[in-house]
């Protein structure tokens, strides 16, 4: 197979997990218990097709463009395309095709849902990470945003203004990321370089996904 990098850049992924399916002879990756791409394999293991979930018009799109690419072998074909793993197709487009599955598929949660599978708050914080976790504070997804610095019986602003207000799952599908709510809602705890550094390193967690 062409693109040997696959393996690692799914599971590189946030909270994707993979295993191989014996009857199916399929190394599936999934994303909150569900499969969301697959390398299908032959009787001497090896790959035959590359199985991932896709958005059905982009799917009629693909299939007209690149002959490399047909309906989903053993799968839905309308929401499901099979890239073959010795052909022509781009990397780079693969790479992207991949991106969008997992995206697919995690977006196919409810938000909270989606939260809880990321293991991570709407503000990229990972509060089991956090030495306040089930000590001060429940966490930011279990009390819905009212944690332990937030004011009394509210919540975070961060919380209150991405999940309250905006209904995103978290403050990544927020154009202003980071935004003055993020520059305002800060541990007194950290110092100026401190914080800004938080700032970029939840930023990037968020983006990863």
């Known amino acids: 197979m062409r693109y040997n990098w696959l393996d690692e850049y799914l599971l590189n992924k946030r909270s994707v997990t993979k295993d191989l399916q014996p009857s ?11 499969m969301f791409a697959a390398v299908c394999l032959d009787d001497q293991n090896q790959p035959y097709y590359i199985n991932l979930k896709v958005d059905p018009a982009e799917g009629d799109f693909l ?10 072998y053993y799968s839905d074909k309308r929401n499901w395309i099979s890239v073959k793993p010795d052909g022509a197709v781009p990397d780079e487009l693969l790479k992207d095709l991949l991106d969008k599955a997992y995206r697919l598929m995690l977006g196919g949660f409810s938000k909270k849902r989606q939260r809880e599978i990321l293991n991570i708050s709407c503000c990229g914080t990972e509060c089991d990470a956090c030495d306040f976790y089930q000590k001060e504070c429940a966490g930011c997804n279990e009390c819905q945003g009212r944690v332990f610095h937030a004011p009394n019986g509210k919540a975070c602003p961060i919380y209150a203004c991405s999940v309250q207000k905006h209904r ?6 927020c154009e202003q990321l980071p935004c003055a709510i993020w520059k305002a ?10 914080f800004e550094e938080s700032i970029c390193e939840r930023v990037e967690k968020l983006r990863k996904w």
Not at 63 to 72: K, L, N, S, T, V
Not at 185 to 194: C, G, H, I, M
């Open 24 to 34: 199916w002879n399929w190394v599936r990756y999934h994303i909150g218990g569900k």
């Open 63 to 72: 299939r007209e463009q690149y002959e490399d690419i047909i309906p989903g």
């Open 168 to 173: 995103y799952a978290t403050c990544a599908g």
């Open 185 to 194: 809602t800060r541990d007194p705890q950290l110092s100026e370089k401190e």
